[in-house]
């Protein structure tokens, strides 16, 4: 693939060389016109292994988009350009570990694998262990609908990288549910083995706390799924933290597009 450089600007393709731009990336890129047709694709047996690898990455791509519908309303400012990327990844990783189906078919037990997620930053750029560093901990309910966030006394100013600007900020405990995803010969795609519960979700605030004030109380932040839900075995609830960054102005908070972190750190 070429990177263009030179000042020429155009759309489109000329010759056979196509340009095209890259979400997340910056500049224009390149490549050849070409390669076998859409029907050699689908019916052709030397691109059987491709067919196989199309179908299992359509349910990884599923699967990835189910997380991050879960916590849709983080997502703006938590998420980098390249979050669907990784998660979709992630997910063929799980994938690849299902012995029991054949190629093109193999199941996405996220019950089994949830190693593979846990500890994912959705922003690359910003760890959230590199801003948050004060003590903290996470316990969940025997029933798995619930969750409680507890953060003990600190100061802000010890324990928060903060960015400049920023006076208040707020703690997030997230919870939501990703449902293993298996191959459905009908339907001929991948589905959800519980599409009752997943992407369910509670996120969960602390009150607006201002950065120069130490804490002088434990904080507790509870997150509760909706409904009272009955959890199964082929569900996994992803449970995750993260912290927002603001400027008050007068009575308003004005919440910052940058700083903000959020990170799965457990999963139960």
């Not at 059987?48 to 991050?68: H, I, L, P, Q």
């Not at 996220?110 to 003590?135: C, R």
Request: hydrophobic fraction near 40%; proline fraction near 5%; glycine fraction near 8%.
């Amino acid at each position: 693939m070429a990177r263009q450089t030179g000042p020429i600007k155009y759309k489109g393709t000329l010759g056979e060389v196509r340009h095209f731009k890259i979400k997340g990336l910056k500049g224009d890129f390149a490549g050849l016109k070409g390669g076998p047709s859409g029907e050699q694709v689908k019916t052709a047996p030397e691109f059987e292994r491709t067919r196989e690898n199309m179908n299992e990455f359509g349910g990884c791509a599923a699967a990835a988009k189910s997380v991050r519908v879960g916590l849709a309303q983080l997502m703006k400012q938590m998420s980098d350009p390249q979050l669907t990327g990784r998660l979709t990844a992630i997910m063929k990783k799980i994938n690849l570990e299902d012995q029991t189906e054949a190629r093109g078919y193999r199941a996405i037990l996220v019950s089994t694998q949830g190693q593979h997620l846990n500890g994912l930053n959705f922003n690359k750029n910003i760890s959230f262990d590199s801003v948050f560093y004060a003590p903290f901990s996470l316990t969940n309910t025997p029933t798995r609908d619930s969750a409680d966030l507890t953060v003990a006394p600190f100061n802000p100013l010890n324990f928060i990288n903060a960015p400049a600007g920023a006076t208040h900020f707020r703690l997030i405990n997230a919870i939501s549910v990703i449902s293993d995803y298996a191959y459905n010969s009908t339907s001929n795609i991948y589905e959800p083995v519980n599409a009752a519960l997943n992407e369910l979700s509670d996120v969960a605030y602390s009150g607006y706390l201002d950065l120069a004030t130490p804490i002088a109380t434990s904080t507790t932040i509870t997150a509760t799924l909706p409904g009272s839900p009955t959890m199964t075995a082929d569900v996994s609830v992803l449970n995750s933290i993260g912290i927002e960054f603001y400027q008050q102005v007068g009575s308003d908070f004005y919440l910052f597009n940058s700083g903000n972190a959020l990170k799965i750190q457990t999963i139960f």
